[in-house]
């Protein structure tokens, strides 16, 4: 398919997803507690879209390889070294916030 | 436009009642933002019965990778346009993620308060996205705004005047 209104569904049945190293599409399959593999193309990205994704392997929660290596990632990934992508703290920002408008 | 919504929307799902009326503004040429954010209110009306926000759209200020030149006129344009809307809202509190839209609104804002009409409370997050560099938006509203939020330690250091609070989306 060219582009769906969410992936939602997908991701919940998917036991592995391989994905560009958008931001986007990181986090939403990382939040499922999926693995993933992001295949980095530095041809066709911008460096600061590759931020995301070189933190999130540095931190151990993706594999990456770029399209002349994912076979070989695929035959030879151990996906158990993957950890898991803790959630954000909106209630963070909110405390902090009241505090700045001075509901607290 | 597209994650910033989406982030900005996960940074709005804590806040209490107080944050009332929402004046959401976006880019002219964003179609999905409207969608989501209809869905996040509609869901928010279902916990707060008394949920007031708007919808405004501006003309965008730059498209990605638009030259230099260009885009200072371009922003200017969305200056323009933002102004009598910013007075129209004389919000209390701006809260921004990196949209190149917010520029302009925040520029506006900004007179507003040099200008004696409304002092607005400046409040710039950068995407999550952003883990060693800044966003244009953020470049120049790390000097303009009054908090600037990162979400990676790695900016805290090189910024500063920000404000770390680790991962908040």
């Known amino acids: 398919f060219r582009f769906k209104e969410s992936l939602a569904e997908d991701l919940r049945r998917a036991d592995l997803v391989i994905s560009h190293a958008g931001a986007g599409s990181c986090l939403e399959t990382l939040e499922k507690g999926k693995p993933l593999i992001v295949v980095i193309n530095e041809k066709l990205m911008n460096n600061h879209q590759l931020e995301l994704a070189k933190q999130l392997h540095r931190d151990g929660h993706v594999l990456c390889c770029n399209c002349s290596t994912l076979v070989d990632t695929l035959q030879s990934m151990d996906l158990s070294t993957l950890k898991p992508f803790p959630p954000g703290h909106p209630e963070k920002f909110a405390l902090f916030l009241d505090t700045v408008v001075g509901f607290q | 436009t597209g994650g910033h919504t989406t982030e900005i929307l996960r940074l709005l799902s804590c806040l209490s009642e107080s944050y009332s009326p929402r004046h959401y503004i976006f880019a002219d040429s964003d179609k999905m ?12 009306s279902e916990t707060f019965s008394n949920s007031q926000f708007t ?18 006129v371009t922003t200017l344009y969305s200056i323009l346009y933002s102004l009598p809307l910013t007075y129209k809202l004389k919000p209390d509190l701006v809260l921004c993620n990196g949209p190149g839209t917010c520029v302009p609104v925040c520029i506006s804002a900004l007179l507003l308060g040099l200008l004696g009409i409304k002092r607005a409370i400046i409040v710039y997050v950068e995407s999550i996205c952003r883990v060693e560099t800044l966003s244009l938006s953020g470049k120049i509203l790390y000097y303009f705004s009054d908090y600037f939020i990162v979400q990676w330690p790695h900016l805290k250091e090189k910024y500063p005047k920000s404000v770390y609070l680790g991962r908040i989306v």
């Open chain 2, 55 to 72: 919808l405004d759209r501006i003309p965008r200020s730059r498209e990605v990778r638009q030259s230099w030149t260009s885009s200072v």
């Open chain 2, 33 to 44: 933002s409207e969608a989501k954010i209809l869905s996040f209110e509609q869901k928010r």
